[in-house]
T-cell receptor
Framework: SQQGEEDPQALSIQEGENATMNCSYK?????LQWYRQNSGRGLVHLILIRSNEREKHSGRLRVTLDTSKKSSSLLITASRAADTASYFC??????????FGAGTRLTVKP | EPEVTQTPSHQVTQMGQEVILRCVPI?????FYWYRQILGQKVEFLVS????????KSEIFDDQFSVERPDGSNFTLKIRSTKLEDSAMYFC????????????FGDGTRLSIL
C-alpha cells in the first residue's frame, strides 16, 4: 500500500522565504522521518518524530505530526540556495518496514 | 563521520546476467537495508536484515533477489537473471538499531540493464 504522500510535488521559493512541505499517510505508524536527497546522491536523514510526539525542531527545521489526521509537515525557515533538493517523508510501521513518499522537489532561488 | 559506502557507483549489465551490489555499512550498526529508486519515482523498500537473516521484505523482493553478509563488513544484494525493469538506483542503508533510529544511506549504485 502507498504511504507517505508528499505535497506539493514541486515548490519554488526565493532565498530567505520559508518552505512548507506536507506528508500524508494511510496506516498506523511507529515514527515518521524526513530525508533530503540531492540530485544523484543518497538520502540524508533530517529528523525523526515518534508517533507520540507532536512537534520537533532541529536548527531551521520544524516538523509537526498529527496522527489523528495522519499527516506531517516539514517547515524550513529562512531558506538558502543550498536547501535546493528533494525532500521525502518516510513512515515506519509496526512491522518495522519503512515506506517513502514520492517527494517534494524544492528549488530555492538565490 | 562514518558513512555507508557502496560499490560500484555505476553497473552496466546485459539482460539475463547476474549482478552483485556491494555495501559496507557503518561498523557498529546492526540493521541493514536495501532500497530501490527507479528514475523519477519514489524510493521503495526491498529488504531489511538483522542478526544474519532477513527480518522484513517487500513484495518487490522476490526469488530473483537475495542478500548476504559474507563477512563482518560487507552486505550484498544479488540480482539473478536481470531484467530491463531492474534498472534503477539501489541504495543501501544501516542503522544502529531498528525502529526509532535514523537510517544512514549510501550514495547508491546506478544499475543499468541493457
Amino acid at each position: 500500500s502507498q504511504q507517505g504522500e508528499e505535497d506539493p510535488q514541486a515548490l519554488s521559493i526565493q532565498e530567505g522565504e520559508n518552505a512548507t512541505m506536507n506528508c500524508s499517510y494511510k496506516t498506523s505508524i511507529n515514527n515518521l522521518q524526513w530525508y533530503r536527497q540531492n540530485s544523484g546522491r543518497g538520502l540524508v536523514h533530517l529528523i525523526l518524530i515518534r508517533s507520540n510526539e507532536r512537534e520537533k525542531h532541529s536548527g531551521r527545521l520544524r516538523v509537526t505530526l498529527d496522527t489523528s489526521k495522519k499527516s506531517s509537515s516539514l517547515l524550513i525557515t529562512a531558506s538558502r540556495a543550498a536547501d535546493t533538493a528533494s525532500y521525502f517523508c518516510a513512515t515506519l510501521n509496526n512491522n518495522n518496514d519503512m515506506r517513502f513518499g514520492a517527494g517534494t522537489r524544492l528549488t530555492v532561488k538565490p | 563521520e562514518p558513512e555507508v559506502t557502496q560499490t560500484p557507483s555505476h553497473q552496466v549489465t546485459q539482460m539475463g546476467q547476474e549482478v552483485i551490489l556491494r555495501c559496507v555499512p557503518i561498523s557498529n550498526h546492526l540493521y541493514f537495508y536495501w532500497y530501490r529508486q527507479i528514475l523519477g519515482q519514489k524510493v521503495e523498500f526491498l529488504v531489511s536484515f538483522y542478526n544474519n537473516e532477513i527480518s522484513e521484505k517487500s513484495e518487490i523482493f522476490d526469488d530473483q533477489f537475495s542478500v548476504e553478509r559474507p563477512d563482518g563488513s560487507n552486505f550484498t544484494l544479488k540480482i539473478r537473471s536481470t531484467k530491463l525493469e531492474d534498472s534503477a538506483m539501489y541504495f543501501c542503508a544501516s542503522s544502529e538499531q531498528g525502529g526509532n533510529q535514523p537510517q544512514h544511506f549510501g550514495d547508491g549504485t546506478r544499475l543499468s540493464i541493457l
